[in-house]
């Protein structure tokens, strides 16, 4: 497994997912630059980290989305080749075309950083084949712009293909109004592209690998990317 | 050719803060009038804020030194030496005035402020913390103000991407029309690679990085060290506006440029911008500096000399930076998208000289501005002590039980959840301890090393005694560490006071720092960094004096770390040190009583440190499994705040006595609970004998109640609602009342 995370100006969740990927993987993934045109040979994974890009300014991942760089993901993309998108990252991939849908501010204007329970919908894709399927799972949550939403057909589309990845839901997997942190609809945390190789979530599984600091409920994303 | 197109009036030189005989020294000084970018300059560097004109004389008496401190106050930020090569860069500071008038600006350039005094050392910020002060939730203003401020130091914070891991927010009448916004921010670096401001060798280029200048915060500064009368509004465009994104890459090129040593001074533009960033460069090199601000990166076209050495833009810094490096230093600055220009030289005149458009703007004596500023030995006079209130006198509640769950509930002691889930306290994935606790814990890198940090004061025991509450502000704080596991380092002070020029409020300042001082000796817990707020008042009226301390200790394993958690059924609960049932300006007295009276709790220095290097032991040895030290509400309190964090409910089975209200909720300090198997408990009472540490087995964790001799049962959930409740219903204009 080949990974490599994109920085961009305004990035800051970078070293958490460098982190996450060496334990999994047990080397340091490459850091690529925006201004870059290319990714290095032989890729795997590209990662999109958390963060502020280009300050939230315009919308979130409005500039970021356009980055040199991201011709280069969205050809990879389009070759099968995996890509994940945390948090900033989520927004980036749908600002930058390769996710359908938006991230509006959260339901009640408020940045909202918690742990927070997810179910895991599908454990057949390359993100997830080490969780079941209807796994809770307890991972961070750290954003002001996390409610995802999109046309109705969209949605539809979305829910109708198996391409919703995450819901918000307690700790016995419910997913209602109360267990919805931000208002997406749905309770949608994150979703696969058409060919179920890109993934965008608004949680941070990358912050919950290590029992000392909140649990390892996270980890099991990383360790199936390796697996693929 | 010397500019002077501006004549210098009394109203003028009023205008500027600056006191008629504080204008005639500066007359004797340079031998002439001042230009008009002079007298701005002179305003700059003598107002309160920069030159310490009231403090500075007793703030010498404090103890700064000690084997691990690396450097102490009258840099960017204090360093101290926390082995293995590594030091933690820490400081706190406050952005009170322009918080009220801007909330959230003021609250997020104050996040940035403290941040970039951090990152000027050398070090990369890994933890924020604050102190908030804030009016009487039923003042019409408060509610926007908490939500401004909270909004703007998450706003600036999570965007920077540093975790904010504690704080302490509180509501009292008496800050109504001047609520105190306190940020503290902690980073780490190399010991031996630590940045300074002063400045050396002659004719070296003089580099300014990061945003460009703009008409904002002109005389910030100033506005920092007067009073706020009725015209607070008009004061808006004073204050600045920040911009967390330039601020990041701001930390990634310093952070790169240092690394290839490029760097021989940094000094960071904060108050008083340029005037005092060079100023301090120079005076501290004992160089002079000579500027030509037609190279000054400007927002707006047209502004003059003036504007540009009194802007308070963020996000800029100034530097001296080895001529042979600087090709490679720019390339860093246009990679990240930043300014980066050479703006002037040092010299050998000991003088600074100010150009813009061919003409000399300002020539003056670079030394004096700093050291010739006025020094004032104010008139103080001690407060009066209160009278000690016997316990016996204080009415007891009809149900100990119902006061437990009431106190829980009451704005300062109610669950700050609301506050702190708007920061992100979990990036860089090693926040140990979250908000909530004692202090937070954060381990560093991989650890297995880390810190424990915290921000804490009194402020009721301050205004009823200063010396008391100053020694009690220093200990709570080191409490606050060792109940974590932390062997306590270092602090630093942000000292928000009222108007200096008032006897009284003066020998409240000069009273809270002698029992600073002397907490800190005795606790070997040296101050290393520290902020003066003074003129903190509104239209006469001071604020409670509030000496904000922020603690640093560092515990050699994280996992080792004690929560407050109860963590399971059938251990047994220890209380270390001695319960009289001090009720004197408790907060059972003030919010159940109606009483803001009395004298405050005793500190007793030596029983402080006896008590917290026991406990402080046991958590090292694993004896215990969990630790929260005593304060605000006393042993009811804590024993509620320990059986909530684990959900474990306890039952209290200590003797309370004839005033068994006093024994709950009594502030005497120097106190913790534990919990351990009975086993050990007992293990742990033998030694605590043996070191002279008052302990007893006050109860036994188990079930979902909480049980108070004598009293009904009560779920914890109900403890629960009452302590999560308050904030938000307060915050969503719903009424909390029923809450409870």
Same mark, same amino acid.
């Given at each position: 497994?080949?990974?490599?995370?994109?920085?961009?100006?305004?990035?800051?969740?970078?070293?958490?997912?460098?982190?996450?990927?060496?334990? $999994?993987?047990?080397?340091?993934?490459?850091?690529?630059?925006?201004?870059?045109?290319?990714?290095?040979?032989?890729?795997?994974?590209?990662?999109?980290? %958390?963060?502020?890009?280009?300050?939230?300014?315009?919308?979130?991942?409005?500039?970021?989305?356009?980055?040199?760089?991201?011709?280069?993901?969205?050809?990879?993309?389009?070759?099968?080749?995996?890509?994940?998108?945390?948090?900033?990252?989520?927004?980036?991939?749908?600002?930058?075309?390769?996710?359908?849908?938006?991230?509006?501010?959260?339901?009640?204007?408020?940045?909202?950083?918690?742990?927070?329970?997810?179910?895991?919908?599908?454990?057949?894709? $390359?993100?997830?084949?080490?969780?079941?399927?209807?796994?809770?799972?307890?991972?961070?949550?750290?954003? %002001?712009?996390?409610?995802?939403?999109?046309?109705?057909?969209?949605?539809?589309?979305?829910?109708?293909?198996?391409?919703?990845?995450?819901?918000?839901?307690?700790?016995?997997?419910?997913?209602?109004?109360?267990?919805?942190?931000?208002?997406?609809?749905?309770?949608?945390?994150?979703?696969?592209?058409?060919?179920?190789?890109?993934?965008?979530?608004?949680?941070?599984?990358?912050?919950?690998?290590?029992?000392?600091?909140?649990?390892?409920?996270?980890?099991?994303?990383?360790?199936?990317?390796? $697996?693929? | 050719? #010397?500019?002077?197109?501006? !004549?210098?009036?009394?109203? +003028?030189?009023?205008?500027?803060?600056?006191?008629?005989?504080?204008?005639?020294?500066?007359?004797?000084?340079?031998?002439?009038?001042?230009?008009?970018?002079?007298?701005?300059?002179?305003?700059?560097?003598?107002?309160?804020?920069?030159?310490?004109?009231?403090?500075?004389?007793?703030?010498?008496?404090?103890?700064?030194?000690?084997?691990?401190?690396?450097?102490?106050?009258? !840099?960017?930020?204090?360093?101290?030496?926390?082995?293995?090569?590594?030091?933690?860069?820490?400081?706190?500071?406050?952005?009170?005035?322009?918080?009220?008038?801007? *909330?959230?600006?003021?609250?997020?350039?104050?996040?940035?402020?403290?941040?970039?005094?951090?990152?000027?050392?050398?070090?990369?910020?890994?933890?924020?913390?604050?102190?908030?002060?804030?009016?009487?939730?039923?003042?019409?203003?408060?509610?926007?103000?908490?939500?401004?401020?909270?909004?703007?130091?998450?706003?600036?914070?999570?965007?920077?991407?540093?975790?904010?891991?504690?704080?302490?927010?509180?509501?009292?009448?008496?800050?109504?029309?001047?609520?105190?916004?306190?940020?503290?921010?902690?980073?780490?670096?190399?010991?031996?690679?630590?940045?300074?401001?002063?400045?050396?060798?002659?004719? &070296?280029?003089?580099?300014?990085?990061?945003?460009?200048?703009?008409?904002?915060?002109?005389?910030?500064?100033?506005?920092?060290?007067?009073?706020?009368?009725?015209?607070?509004?008009?004061?808006? *465009?004073?204050?600045?506006?920040?911009?967390?994104?330039?601020?990041?890459?701001? +930390?990634?090129?310093?952070?790169?440029?240092?690394?290839?040593?490029?760097?021989?001074?940094?000094?960071?533009?904060?108050?008083?911008?340029?005037?005092?960033?060079?100023?301090?460069?120079?005076?501290?090199?004992?160089?002079?500096?000579?500027?030509?601000?037609?190279?000054?990166?400007?927002?707006?076209?047209?502004?003059?000399?003036?504007?540009?050495?009194?802007?308070?833009?963020?996000?800029?810094?100034?530097?001296?930076?080895?001529?042979?490096?600087?090709?490679?230093?720019?390339?860093?600055?246009?990679?990240?998208?930043?300014?980066?220009?050479?703006?002037?030289?040092?010299?050998?005149?000991?003088?600074?000289?100010?150009?813009?458009?061919?003409?000399?703007?300002?020539?003056?004596?670079?030394?004096?501005?700093?050291?010739?500023?006025?020094?004032?030995?104010?008139?103080?006079?001690?407060?009066?002590?209160?009278?000690?209130?016997?316990?016996?006198?204080?009415?007891?509640?009809?149900?100990?039980?119902?006061?437990?769950?009431?106190?829980?509930?009451?704005?300062?002691?109610?669950?700050?959840?609301?506050?702190?889930? #708007?920061?992100?306290?979990?990036?860089?994935?090693?926040?140990?301890?979250?908000?909530?606790?004692?202090?937070?814990?954060?381990?560093?890198?991989?650890?297995?090393?880390?810190?424990?940090?915290?921000?804490?004061?009194?402020?009721?025991?301050?205004?009823?005694?200063?010396? !008391?509450?100053?020694?009690?502000?220093?200990?709570?704080?080191?409490?606050?560490?060792?109940?974590?596991?932390?062997?306590?380092?270092?602090?630093?002070?942000?000292?928000?006071?009222?108007?200096?020029?008032?006897?009284?409020?003066?020998?409240?300042?000069?009273?809270?720092?002698?029992?600073?001082?002397?907490?800190?000796?005795?606790?070997?817990?040296?101050?290393?960094?520290?902020?003066?707020?003074?003129?903190?008042?509104?239209?006469?009226?001071?604020?409670? *004096?509030?000496?904000?301390?922020?603690?640093?200790?560092?515990?050699?394993?994280?996992?080792?770390?004690?929560?407050?958690?109860?963590?399971?059924?059938?251990?047994?609960?220890?209380?270390?040190?001695?319960?009289?049932?001090?009720?004197?300006?408790?907060?059972?007295?003030?919010?159940?009583?109606?009483?803001?009276?009395?004298?405050?709790?005793?500190?007793?220095?030596?029983?402080? &440190?006896?008590?917290?290097?026991?406990?402080?032991?046991?958590?090292?040895?694993?004896?215990?499994?969990?630790?929260?030290?005593?304060?605000?509400?006393?042993?009811?309190?804590?024993?509620?705040?320990?059986?909530?964090?684990?959900?474990?409910?306890?039952?209290?089975?200590?003797?309370?006595?004839?005033?068994?209200?006093?024994?709950?909720?009594?502030?005497?300090?120097?106190?913790?609970?534990?919990?351990?198997?009975?086993?050990?408990?007992?293990?742990?009472?033998?030694?605590?004998?043996?070191?002279?540490?008052?302990?007893?087995?006050?109860?036994?964790?188990?079930?979902?109640?909480?049980?108070?001799?004598?009293?009904?049962?009560?779920?914890?959930?109900?403890?629960? &609602?009452?302590? !999560?409740?308050?904030?938000?219903?307060?915050?969503?204009?719903?009424?909390?009342?029923?809450?409870?």
């Amino acid at each position: 497994m080949k990974a490599v995370v994109v920085l961009f100006p305004g990035s800051n969740r970078e070293g958490d997912a460098v982190r996450a990927l060496e334990m $999994a993987t047990g080397k340091k993934p490459q850091i690529i630059w925006h201004a870059e045109t290319e990714l290095p040979a032989g890729t795997d994974l590209v990662l999109l980290p %958390g963060g502020f890009s280009y300050g939230d300014y315009l919308r979130c991942g409005a500039i970021a989305g356009r980055a040199a760089i991201m011709d280069a993901v969205r050809a990879h993309a389009a070759r099968g080749g995996l890509v994940l998108g945390i948090c900033n990252g989520f927004q980036i991939l749908c600002e930058g075309g390769l996710l359908p849908g938006v991230l509006m501010r959260n339901r009640d204007l408020r940045f909202i950083c918690k742990m927070q329970n997810l179910r895991v919908e599908r454990a057949d894709t $390359a993100f997830t084949r080490a969780y079941s399927k209807g796994q809770v799972i307890k991972v961070a949550i750290a954003h %002001g712009e996390g409610n995802y939403e999109a046309d109705e057909e969209t949605i539809k589309r979305l829910e109708g293909d198996g391409r919703v990845a995450f819901r918000y839901c307690d700790e016995s997997g419910l997913v209602n109004d109360a267990t919805n942190p931000n208002g997406s609809t749905n309770g949608i945390a994150g979703i696969y592209s058409q060919k179920m190789n890109v993934l965008g979530m608004m949680p941070h599984p990358e912050n919950l690998i290590d029992p000392l600091v909140g649990g390892i409920d996270g980890a099991g994303l990383f360790k199936s990317l390796i $697996a693929a | 050719m #010397q500019s002077q197109s501006v !004549e210098i009036t009394p109203q +003028l030189v009023a205008e500027h803060g600056l006191k008629p005989d504080e204008y005639d020294r500066i007359l004797k000084l340079i031998g002439r009038a001042p230009t008009l970018t002079e007298l701005g300059i002179f305003s700059a560097m003598w107002n309160e804020h920069c030159s310490y004109k009231s403090s500075r004389l007793h703030l010498r008496k404090l103890p700064t030194k000690a084997p691990w401190v690396i450097q102490g106050p009258g !840099e960017n930020a204090g360093v101290i030496d926390i082995g293995d090569g590594q030091a933690c860069v820490f400081k706190m500071e406050s952005h009170n005035h322009p918080s009220f008038i801007e *909330p959230y600006q003021g609250a997020a350039t104050g996040v940035g402020g403290i941040l970039r005094d951090v990152f000027t050392m050398g070090a990369r910020p890994i933890a924020c913390l604050n102190l908030l002060r804030f009016g009487a939730p039923e003042h019409a203003k408060t509610r926007h103000l908490v939500s401004g401020v909270v909004a703007g130091i998450g706003g600036y914070g999570n965007s920077f991407g540093v975790p904010t891991v504690g704080g302490s927010v509180n509501f009292h009448t008496r800050y109504d029309g001047n609520i105190l916004v306190n940020a503290m921010a902690v980073g780490l670096a190399k010991s031996d690679e630590i940045f300074y401001a002063k400045a050396t060798g002659i004719g &070296r280029p003089i580099v300014y990085l990061g945003s460009k200048t703009g008409r904002d915060g002109i005389h910030g500064a100033t506005m920092a060290s007067a009073s706020f009368e009725a015209d607070a509004e008009e004061k808006r *465009p004073t204050v600045q506006v920040g911009d967390p994104f330039s601020e990041k890459l701001l +930390l990634e090129a310093c952070l790169e440029i240092m690394a290839k040593g490029c760097v021989i001074a940094i000094q960071d533009m904060g108050a008083a911008g340029l005037t005092s960033s060079a100023v301090e460069m120079g005076a501290k090199g004992g160089l002079g500096i000579e500027l030509d601000l037609d190279k000054v990166p400007c927002r707006e076209e047209g502004m003059s000399a003036y504007e540009m050495m009194l802007s308070e833009s963020q996000e800029r810094m100034l530097m001296v930076l080895d001529p042979a490096k600087e090709a490679e230093a720019e390339a860093i600055f246009i990679k990240w998208g930043l300014d980066f220009a050479i703006i002037g030289k040092t010299t050998d005149t000991k003088r600074f000289v100010i150009k813009h458009k061919g003409k000399i703007e300002a020539d003056l004596p670079i030394m004096e501005l700093g050291d010739e500023a006025p020094l004032y030995d104010r008139p103080h006079v001690p407060t009066p002590k209160k009278p000690v209130i016997d316990a016996s006198s204080v009415t007891p509640p009809k149900s100990n039980a119902d006061a437990l769950v009431h106190l829980l509930g009451t704005p300062d002691l109610c669950s700050k959840r609301w506050v702190w889930e #708007q920061y992100d306290h979990l990036i860089l994935g090693n926040s140990v301890q979250q908000p909530g606790g004692d202090a937070g814990v954060i381990r560093i890198g991989d650890g297995p090393k880390g810190l424990a940090l915290t921000t804490d004061v009194t402020q009721r025991y301050c205004e009823a005694d200063p010396v !008391e509450g100053g020694k009690q502000a220093v200990a709570e704080a080191w409490r606050n560490i060792t109940a974590s596991g932390a062997l306590p380092l270092a602090l630093t002070d942000n000292l928000n006071f009222g108007n200096p020029e008032k006897p009284e409020y003066m020998g409240q300042f000069v009273g809270c720092l002698e029992g600073i001082g002397e907490a800190a000796r005795a606790l070997d817990f040296p101050i290393v960094s520290g902020n003066v707020s003074l003129y903190n008042e509104t239209q006469g009226r001071g604020i409670l *004096p509030t000496p904000s301390i922020g603690g640093v200790g560092v515990i050699a394993d994280v996992n080792k770390s004690a929560s407050v958690a109860f963590k399971k059924a059938g251990q047994s609960i220890i209380l270390i040190g001695e319960t009289k049932g001090w009720l004197g300006q408790s907060v059972y007295l003030r919010d159940l009583c109606g009483r803001e009276e009395g004298a405050p709790p005793p500190v007793d220095l030596a029983a402080e &440190r006896r008590n917290g290097d026991f406990v402080r032991k046991l958590i090292e040895s694993s004896r215990v499994d969990a630790s929260h030290d005593l304060s605000d509400g006393g042993l009811a309190v804590a024993f509620a705040e320990m059986a909530m964090a684990g959900k474990v409910g306890a039952k209290l089975t200590m003797d309370l006595g004839a005033t068994p209200h006093a024994i709950l909720f009594g502030e005497d300090q120097a106190r913790y609970l534990l919990t351990a198997t009975a086993n050990e408990a007992q293990k742990i009472l033998a030694d605590a004998k043996a070191a002279g540490v008052p302990a007893a087995i006050v109860g036994t964790t188990g079930g979902d109640t909480i049980d108070l001799p004598g009293e009904k049962s009560v779920a914890i959930e109900r403890l629960i &609602r009452s302590h !999560e409740d308050w904030l938000p219903n307060y915050m969503a204009g719903r009424d909390a009342s029923s809450a409870a």
